[in-house]
């Protein structure tokens, strides 16, 4: 399953570099894209897991970028 969602706050392109690679280690994360200019994020993961994902995704996130909101 493929989503995409728009990003609030994330501040630069190395912030998105570092949470587009955290994500891409989740389990169940098949793909993951985080454009800094776009302020968009597109992920890839399986579609029986995907709620449980996202919560991860967004916890990453916040990690990486503690203003970056996640509009789902």
């Given at each position: ?21 955290a ?42 970028e ?7």
């Amino acid at each position: 399953m493929k989503k995409s969602y728009k990003l609030v706050d994330l501040d630069c392109a190395n912030c998105a570099q570092k949470m587009e690679d955290a994500i891409k280690k989740l389990d169940g994360v098949q793909d993951a894209s985080v454009s800094f200019m776009m302020q968009k994020l597109t992920l890839t993961a399986d579609e029986d897991q995907f709620e449980s994902i996202m919560k991860k995704v967004v916890k990453t996130c916040k990690k990486v970028e503690p203003d970056c909101q996640i509009i789902l």
